[in-house]
C-alpha cells in the first residue's frame, strides 16, 4: 500500500496530462499537490506543520525556475522588437539555408554550449525562439529542443550535477572522476542515435538521410571532445565541446559539407553586413560571456555569487528566520518553526544574471522606445502567470514527496523498485534518475536525491559503485526530456498552451531508449574498458 499510494499521484498525473481531453498543467499540478498533501497526512501520518512548512519551501523554490522563465521570455522579446532575430534569420540563411543545418547549429551545437555554461533549462529557453523565429513549429521545436538537451546534462552549468550533485556521498576525488569518465562514455554513444530522433520529431527521415554527413560533422565535433575532456575533468565536457561544435559545424554549414545540394545558397538573397550581424549577436554575446564569467570558479567571480557569508538576518515569528548573504541570497530557515529551509540565489540564479541585465543593457544600446519596452515587460508578466501556476504545483508535489526521510514517498518508490530488480538492477538504474529529473526539474536534484540509494544499492548487490552512479547521473540527463519542469518552461517562452502531455507522449520514447543504450553500455562495454 505505501508503494501504491506513492506512485498513483505520479500515474494520475500522467494520465491527467496524456488523456484525450487533457487537463492544462496548471490545473493537473495543483491538484496533484493537494492529493499528495492528503496522503502524506492521513496514510503516511506527517505532521501537519511540516507539510505546511514544504508547502511553503515550495513557493519559494518557485521563484528559481520562474525568474529564468520571465528573464528568458523578455530577452526573446526583446530581441524580436530591436530587430535581432530578423538580422540572425538572415545570417543562418546565408551560411546555410538548409534547415536541417540551422537545427543541428542552434539546436545541437549552440545549445549543447549553453548547457554547459548555465544549466536551469536555459539551452531550450534561448534556443528554442531562435527556431521559431526561423519558420519551424513551435510544438515541434519544444520537442525537438527537449530531446537534444540530454547528451550535455550530465556536465551542465560546469559540471554541477556531477560534482556536486554527487558531493555528499563522501566520495573521493577518483572516484567522482571514474563516475564522470564512465558518464562521458555512455553519453558520446548514446549521441549517436538521440540527435537523430530528436530531428526526426521536426524534420522528416528522407531529410535526415539527405543531410547525415552534416548531422554528424555537427554531432561528433561536440561528443569527440566531450567524451576525452571528461577522462581529465569533471567541469567543462560541455562547455568546452559545445563551443568547439559550435565552430565546427557553422564553418561546415558555410561550406556546404555533408549538406544536400537542394537547398543553394540564393545569389540574391539579403545579406546583412557584418556590423549588423555583429549588432544583433550581441546581446547573445552578452548572455554567454556572463554565463561563462560566472559559472567559472576559477575567475572568482562565482564565490562571491554564491557566498553564503551573512550580510544581514532577521526573525518573522512564527513564520521564519530569515538571512540575507554577502551574494543577496535569501535564506527562509526554520519555516513555520519546523526546521526547513529553501533559498533563492539572486545573482547566481541565471534570471537576473545574464537575461535581465541584457535586456536592460540592450534597451539603451538599441534606443528602444519607452512604449516599446514597456510592451514587452507587460506581455512576458502575461506569458508566466499560468507557468506560475504550474511550478508552483510541481515544486510542492517534489517537497511533500520528499516529507519523510529515508522513509519518503520518492525513497519508497526507489527501494521497492530495486529490492525487486536486485543484481539486475544495473539494467534499471537509468530509469530511476530519470524519475528524479521528472520530479524535480534537474539531473543535479535528481542525483543529490537518489544518489544515495544507488549508491547503497550497488553496496548490497555487490554491483559497481562509480558505474551505478554513472548510471544514475545519465537517467538524470536523459530525464530532462520529460521533466515537467522544462516543459512548462519551453512551452512558456514558445507560448505553446496546453501541450504539456503531448509532448512527454513524444519525448517519453527517446527517454526510454537512452535508457536501453544505457543499460547495454554498462553491461557490454564499460566493464572491458580500463577505467
Not at 522579446?77 to 540551422?102: F, H, Y
Not at 565541446?241 to 559539407?257: C, D, E, K, P, Q
Not at 538573397?269 to 564569467?293: C, D, H, T, Y
Not at 553564503?308 to 530557515?333: M, Y
Request: with cysteine; proline share 5%.
Amino acid at each position: 500500500m505505501p508503494l501504491f499510494l506513492s506512485i498513483f499521484p505520479i500515474v494520475l498525473l500522467i494520465w491527467l496530462m496524456v488523456k484525450k481531453n487533457s487537463v492544462p498543467s496548471y490545473i493537473a499540478l495543483p491538484v496533484t499537490a493537494v492529493l499528495i498533501y492528503i496522503i502524506q497526512m492521513f496514510y503516511f501520518n506527517s505532521p501537519a506543520l511540516a507539510l505546511n512548512a514544504n508547502v511553503a519551501a515550495g513557493l519559494v523554490a518557485t521563484l528559481t525556475p520562474i525568474t529564468v522563465i520571465f528573464g528568458a521570455i523578455m530577452f526573446n522579446r526583446m530581441m524580436e522588437t530591436t530587430g535581432c532575430i530578423d538580422v540572425i534569420r538572415k545570417w543562418l540563411a546565408n551560411i546555410s539555408p538548409n534547415p536541417v543545418a540551422q537545427l543541428m547549429i542552434i539546436g545541437w551545437s549552440f545549445a549543447f554550449m549553453i548547457e554547459g555554461a548555465s544549466g536551469f533549462g536555459t539551452p531550450a529557453a534561448i534556443a528554442a525562439p531562435i527556431l521559431m523565429s526561423l519558420g519551424f513549429n513551435p510544438l515541434r521545436v519544444a520537442i525537438f529542443t527537449l530531446v537534444m538537451n540530454s547528451v550535455p546534462v550530465s556536465f551542465g552549468a560546469v559540471g554541477t550535477p556531477t560534482w556536486f550533485g554527487f558531493g555528499q556521498l563522501n566520495l573521493s576525488h577518483d572516484e567522482i572522476m571514474s563516475i564522470g569518465k564512465q558518464t562521458g562514455i555512455i553519453h558520446f554513444v548514446a549521441g549517436f542515435i538521440i540527435p537523430l530522433i530528436g530531428l526526426s520529431f521536426i524534420t522528416s527521415w528522407q531529410e535526415i538521410r539527405k543531410n547525415i554527413g552534416f548531422i554528424y560533422i555537427a554531432i561528433l565535433s561536440c561528443t569527440i571532445p566531450y567524451v576525452i575532456l571528461a577522462q581529465v575533468n569533471e567541469e567543462f565536457p560541455s562547455l568546452v565541446a559545445g563551443a568547439i561544435g559550435l565552430l565546427v559545424s557553422v564553418f561546415a554549414a558555410n561550406h556546404g559539407i555533408g549538406l544536400s545540394k537542394e537547398y543553394p545558397k540564393d545569389p540574391n538573397a539579403e545579406k546583412p553586413s557584418f556590423g549588423a550581424v555583429a549588432k544583433a549577436l550581441a546581446p547573445l554575446g552578452m548572455l554567454i560571456g556572463m554565463l561563462v564569467v560566472t559559472r567559472i570558479k576559477q575567475i572568482g567571480l562565482k564565490g562571491l555569487m554564491t557566498s553564503t557569508e551573512p550580510w544581514f538576518a532577521f526573525s518573522l515569528p512564527g513564520l521564519s528566520d530569515i538571512t540575507v548573504t554577502e551574494s543577496l541570497t535569501i535564506i527562509f530557515g526554520n519555516i513555520f518553526g519546523s526546521g526547513v529551509a529553501e533559498k533563492y540565489q539572486t545573482l547566481y540564479v541565471p534570471a537576473w544574471i545574464p537575461f535581465v541585465i541584457t535586456v536592460w543593457i540592450c534597451i539603451v544600446l538599441y534606443k528602444t522606445k519607452f512604449k516599446d519596452a514597456w510592451t514587452f515587460y507587460a506581455a512576458t508578466f502575461n506569458q508566466t502567470k499560468k507557468p506560475l501556476l504550474a511550478l508552483m504545483g510541481a515544486l510542492i508535489m517534489v517537497k511533500l514527496m520528499l516529507v519523510g526521510g529515508d522513509n519518503s514517498m520518492v525513497k519508497i518508490i526507489g527501494r521497492e523498485f530495486a529490492s525487486v530488480a536486485g543484481q539486475h538492477w544495473v539494467y534499471f538504474s537509468s530509469y530511476l534518475g530519470a524519475i528524479g529529473a521528472f520530479f524535480s526539474g534537474s539531473n543535479t536534484v535528481s542525483n543529490l536525491t537518489f544518489g544515495s540509494i544507488q549508491q547503497q544499492i550497488a553496496l548490497d548487490t555487490g554491483l559497481s559503485v562509480t558505474l551505478i552512479l554513472a548510471l544514475q547521473s545519465v537517467g538524470g540527463a536523459m530525464g530532462n526530456m520529460v521533466c515537467i519542469n522544462n516543459i512548462i518552461a519551453v512551452c512558456s517562452v514558445l507560448d505553446v498552451k496546453n501541450s504539456e502531455g503531448a509532448i512527454i507522449k513524444k519525448t517519453v520514447v527517446p527517454m526510454f531508449l537512452y535508457g536501453i543504450i544505457a543499460a547495454l553500455m554498462a553491461v557490454l562495454v564499460i566493464p572491458l574498458l580500463p577505467l
